[in-house]
């Protein structure tokens, strides 16, 4: 796979990302490819590679851009108070506006690449990363076509005005959402505020849970679930494939 550093210029300045790319000639459906909590890490480039390597562009951001900060170990990050707390305070300032501020930006800067084909691109993300693919999708209906997100957190809050799935109705993008077991972040009263949003709007959902804990779909997590994991994969190419070729 190719890697292509880049600079994403954003009203709030320079948001560093990473452009994974097949080492075939392209161009490729597009990708804005959101991390979980911890941001951006070798184990989040390297699952931006594999999808790559399926045939898309995934443009991987650093969703922390606004404020300088030494690197998590989510291998241990969990069981560390200090750690846990720096991870928290850091996760609570990117406020909802500026979520779309950046995808707005970073929509921009995939779209513009000759790497990527023209046509509907995808918003993917992982746990805290969800949501950020929810309000790219709604920030740019005319460009996100397919949103899926894993183990995702927060996506449908009980009386929270900026609850991502109150945003459903300004979206055109197809959804798929991979639940976990036994998620108190996305847990049964979730997804039936979720289904229930997108049945009002008219958006397609495809909504599973998978046997795994939070956290399955990314190797470097306690939690990682091999099995979960492969369906993961197979299931987002899949669906990718399906919904962006087709619109592209």
């Known amino acids: 796979m190719t890697r292509t550093e880049l600079a994403v210029e954003t009203p709030d300045g320079p948001c560093r990302a990473t452009l994974h790319t097949p ?21 989040l480039a390297g699952m ?35 750690e846990f707390a720096r991870l928290t305070a850091l996760a609570s300032s990117l406020t909802p506006s500026q979520v779309v501020t950046d995808a707005r930006a970073l929509v921009a800067a995939s779209t513009a690449r000759a790497e990527v084909a023209p046509g509907g691109i995808g918003a993917v993300g992982y746990c805290f990363g969800g949501s950020m693919a929810f309000r790219a999708a709604a920030a740019e209906p005319d460009h996100v076509a397919a949103v899926a997100t894993f183990h995702g957190g927060g996506l449908a809050a009980a009386d929270d005005p900026s609850s991502p799935h109150l945003l ?33 709007a008219g958006v397609a ?13 990314v190797p470097d997590n306690p939690t990682h679930d091999d099995d979960a994991d492969r369906r993961h994969r197979e299931t987002l190419a899949a669906f990718l494939s399906e919904r962006l070729r087709r619109r592209g």
């Open 205 to 217: 959902l495809t909504l599973e849970t998978y046997p795994a804990a939070h956290g399955f779909a």
């Open 48 to 82: 931006a590679d594999a999808l790559a390597a399926v045939g898309f562009a995934v443009l991987l951001p650093d969703i922390y851009h606004r404020t300088p900060y030494a690197p998590f170990d989510t291998s241990t990050l969990f069981g560390d108070p200090e």
């Open 168 to 200: 459903v109705g300004s979206m055109r993008a197809a959804l798929y959402v991979a639940a976990a077991t036994d998620d108190a972040s996305f847990d049964a009263g979730a997804h039936t505020r979720l289904r229930e949003a997108c049945d009002a």
């Open 23 to 43: 080492e075939r000639t392209g161009p490729w459906p597009g990708v804005v490819y959101y991390p979980d909590a911890g941001g951006v890490r070798e184990t």
